[in-house]
C-alpha cells in the first residue's frame, strides 16, 4: 500500500470489519508509517461509541462527564473503563487472545499496546506464539511437557498494583475452577499457578482460524485462533447456523446459571471453537455475586438497564444471536434474513426481542428458559419427529449376498436332510 489508507479505512480494520485480504495491507502499512499507527492509537482512545458509553455510566458514582472531557481526561477514562471490563467498541488492545488481540504472526490487528516480555519464567511451558497482549498481560499459545498445546494467560500482578486496578481474574478462576466441572460448550481451565508476581493459567487452545481445526505438529506460522468474531466478521450467517451455535452455548451458559454463576462478557470474540465446538471463553470477570458494584462487561452487550445478575448474560447472548443473523450493523433487519426452513422465523425474531428487552424483569431469567423457548421455535410437520427416530432406531437393512453365498447357505441348511437321506440309503443297501 502506497498511499495512507483514510481514517475511516483505519476504524474499519481497528473494528476487525476488513477481510483478510483487505487487512493484510493496511497492517503491513502501520508497521511501517509513524503518522498512521498514531492515528490508529487515537481512534482506540477517542472513538469509542461515546453514546453507549453514556448509557452505561449516566447513573455510576463518577464525576466524569464523558461527552464533555477533554482528550486527556478522557484517555485516562477510557482506560480506566478498559481495565475495569466496559471496554469501548473496537479496543482490539486485550489480554485475552480474542479477535481484538494481536495475531501470533500475519494477524489482522496492528499491534498489542504494549511489549511482548522478554523473560520468560513460567516453569513447564515453553511458549510457541503470543495471541494477545495488553497493558497487564498477555494470552500465549504454549506447549507443555508433553507436547501438548494449550492457551496460557499471563497476568502482571505488579502492573494491576501499580495503575491500582482491582484483578477480578483471581477470583473468577478460584470459582470457576471450584464449581464448573468439563462441560462441551464451556472453556476448559487445566492449571493456575503464580510465577513471581506473574497470575497464569492454561486452557484449552483455540482452533485454528485458517485451518478450521484444532492445531497440531508442526505448530503453524500463522496461527490464528478461531472465534464467533471470525464467522460474522465475513458476513451474516444462515439463520439455521446462527440457532444451532446459539443453542449449544445457552448449554454451557444454563450450566453457569445453574451454579448461580454469571460470565459477565459474553460476546462473539469471547466465543472459541475448539474441536469445532463453540465454547464460552473468557472467564476473567465471571462472578458469583449479583449486584456487583461497577458496571462491567463490553457496552454493546450490556443491558441498558444495567442489570447485574443473569439478565445480563441473556440479554449479551440475545445480541449476539441477532449480530449473527442480521449482521454486526443492524438496523431494520433484511425479513429475508431469518427466513428457514427449520426454524420458525417470527418465534426466533420474539426469543431475540425477549432476550434484549429493556428491562430485566421482562428478560429470559435463566439461560435454560430461553434455550426452552429457542427449542420451540423449530418446524415440525406431522410424523416428521418419529421419521427421525425410526431412521435413527431401525437396524440397518438386511444387505443381499452373493449367489456363491446363497448356495453355500442353503447346503447348509439342507445337510441333515442330505446326511439322513445317505444313511437311509446304506441301511436299505444292507437289507437287500
Known amino acids: 500500500m502506497k498511499n495512507c ?12 470489519e476488513l477481510n483478510d485480504a483487505e487487512a493484510a495491507p493496511v497492517e503491513e502499512h502501520i508497521r511501517e508509517c509513524t503518522d498512521c499507527a498514531g492515528t490508529l492509537n487515537e481512534i482506540r482512545h477517542t472513538d469509542p461509541d461515546t453514546q453507549m458509553l453514556r448509557l452505561v455510566f449516566q447513573k455510576a458514582d463518577t464525576d466524569l462527564s464523558i461527552a464533555t472531557a477533554g482528550t486527556d481526561v478522557l484517555r485516562g477514562a477510557l482506560s480506566d473503563v478498559s481495565q475495569a471490563g466496559a ?51 498477555s494470552v500465549w499459545a504454549v506447549r507443555d511437557r508433553v507436547g501438548v498445546y494449550r492457551a496460557l494467560k499471563a497476568i502482571d500482578l505488579d502492573r494491576l498494583e501499580r495503575a491500582r486496578i482491582k484483578c477480578y481474574e483471581l477470583s473468577a478462576l478460584e470459582t470457576y475452577c471450584r464449581k464448573v466441572t ?43 485462533p478461531m472465534t464467533l468474531a471470525t464467522l460474522i466478521r465475513g458476513g451474516r450467517l444462515r439463520v439455521d447456523i446462527a440457532v444451532e451455535i446459539v443453542r449449544r452455548l445457552l448449554g454451557g451458559l444454563a450450566k453457569l446459571h445453574e451454579l448461580n454463576l454469571i460470565h459477565r462478557d459474553i460476546k462473539p470474540s469471547n466465543i472459541i471453537f475448539v474441536n469445532r465446538y463453540p465454547k464460552l471463553a473468557d472467564i476473567g470477570i465471571l462472578t458469583a455475586e449479583e449486584g ?18 443473569k439478565t445480563a448474560d441473556i440479554y449479551a447472548i440475545g445480541t449476539v444471536l441477532r449480530e449473527m443473523i442480521e449482521g454486526r450493523r443492524t438496523g431494520s433487519a433484511d425479513p429475508a434474513a431469518y427466513e428457514s426452513a427449520k426454524w420458525d422465523p417470527d418465534r426466533v425474531r420474539e426469543v431475540i426481542a425477549r432476550a434484549r428487552a429493556e428491562q430485566a424483569a421482562d428478560r429470559y431469567p435463566t439461560a435454560s428458559a430461553m434455550l426452552e423457548d429457542l427449542e420451540a421455535c423449530r418446524y415440525l410437520t406431522e410424523g416428521s419427529l418419529f421419521d427421525e427416530l425410526d431412521e435413527l432406531f431401525s437396524p440397518p437393512p438386511p444387505t443381499k449376498p452373493n449367489v456363491a453365498v446363497q448356495l453355500a447357505f442353503a447346503l447348509i441348511d439342507r445337510l441333515p436332510w442330505i446326511a439322513g437321506l445317505i444313511v437311509l440309503l446304506y441301511v436299505l443297501s444292507k437289507l437287500w
Request: proline share 11%; with cysteine.
Open 87 to 137: 471496554k469501548p467498541q473496537g479496543a482490539r488492545a486485550s489480554i485475552r487472545g480474542d479477535e481484538a488481540a494481536q495475531p501470533a504472526s500475519g494477524g489482522d490487528g496492528a499491534g498489542p499496546t504494549a511489549p511482548a516480555s522478554p523473560t520468560w519464567n513460567i516453569p513447564d511451558y515453553e511458549r510457541i506464539a503470543l495471541c494477545g497482549e495488553g497493558s497487564y498481560g
Open 292 to 309: 456487583w458494584g461497577k458496571p462491567i462487561g463490553t457496552p454493546n452487550y450490556m443491558p441498558p438497564d444495567r442489570a447485574k445478575d
Open 5 to 16: 489508507p483514510s481514517r475511516s479505512t483505519l476504524m474499519s480494520f481497528e473494528q476487525g
Open 182 to 224: 468439563r462441560h462441551p460448550y464451556l472453556i476448559t481451565v487445566y492449571h493456575v499457578g503464580e510465577a513471581g508476581r506473574c497470575l497464569y493459567y492454561t486452557m484449552e487452545l483455540a482452533d485454528d482460524q485458517r485451518r478450521h481445526g484444532a492445531v497440531g505438529d508442526p505448530f503453524p506460522a500463522d496461527y490464528r
